[in-house]
């Protein structure tokens, strides 16, 4: 069993920062691309940053050269920190990622269940 954990999430007033985290835990053979969504109320979810096993990431256009996505392979954990915030920002993020399971070893992709951040004044 694979589960992904966010944390992080919170209350942000506009043009502050905000760090996200989550961790993966359970039978995890090897872990490829991570990344972050979000889904604002009454919104598709939407894509915010994703990250290769070998580092490159990618960035839509509405948060790049404000957020940025890393990941620490030794602590299976993905990070999104989040700068210079707006309150379009708002929503509830999730982190989600392709791990090679110790049970079947078979690739699957994994969703955290989200943690909310509010950019208010």
């Known amino acids: 069993q694979v589960q992904l954990v966010e944390s992080g999430g919170g209350l942000v007033q506009p043009g502050g920062s905000l760090r996200l985290s989550c961790a993966a835990s359970?039978?995890?053979?090897?872990?490829?691309?991570m990344g972050w969504y979000r889904q604002a109320p009454g919104k598709q979810r939407e894509l915010v940053a994703g990250?290769?096993?070998?580092?490159?990431?990618n960035y839509p256009y509405y948060v790049k050269g404000r957020f940025t996505i890393s990941r620490d392979n030794a602590k299976n954990t993905v990070y999104l920190q989040m700068n210079n915030v707006a309150p379009e920002d708002t929503a509830v993020y999730f982190c989600?990622?392709?791990?090679?399971?110790?049970?079947?070893?078979?690739?699957?992709?994994?969703w955290g269940r989200g943690t909310q951040v509010t950019v208010s004044a």
């Open positions: 990250i290769t096993s070998g580092g490159s990431t």
């Open positions: 989600t990622a392709v791990i090679v399971g110790l049970t079947y070893f078979k690739s699957d992709t994994y």
């Open positions: 359970g039978s995890i053979g090897s872990i490829h691309a």
